[in-house]
């Protein structure tokens, strides 16, 4: 059973940036290709990132990919979203989760808690 705690998120001025970080346990981190999502109050929740283990490829989803970068640590057990030039319409819960890199949330077996991401202008 994977776990999987994300830290890092917080108030910040739009403009600014955030580093997010997902801390992964229980099972063998670099078998499992990961992703970054995100669900803003009274939205679904929606992809923003993720990374295969087949050559470490990265995929971002169209409306973050010039501002947003997935990587990953492996001996830390650990991906990373560093996320710059915020806006207030990034503000939302961001969720990292295990088991694919493709965009459909289903796909992913395991979840971490989520972390807040609080934009203001």
């Known amino acids: 059973q994977v776990q999987l705690v994300e830290s890092g998120g917080g108030l910040v001025q739009a403009g600014g940036s955030l580093k997010l970080s997902c801390a992964a346990s229980?099972?063998?981190?670099?078998?499992?290709?990961m992703g970054w999502f995100r669900q803003a109050p009274g939205k679904e929740r929606e992809f923003v990132a993720s990374i295969s283990r087949s050559g470490g490829s990265t995929y971002y989803a169209d409306s973050v990919e010039d501002r947003f970068t997935i990587s990953e640590d492996n001996a830390k057990n650990t991906v990373y979203l560093q996320i710059n030039s915020l806006k207030r319409e990034d503000s939302a819960i961001y969720y990292c989760a295990a088991g694919s890199h493709l965009r459909n949330q289903h796909l992913y077996h395991y979840w971490g808690q989520g972390t807040q991401v609080t934009v203001s202008s």
């Open positions: 229980g099972g063998t981190f670099s078998s499992y290709p």
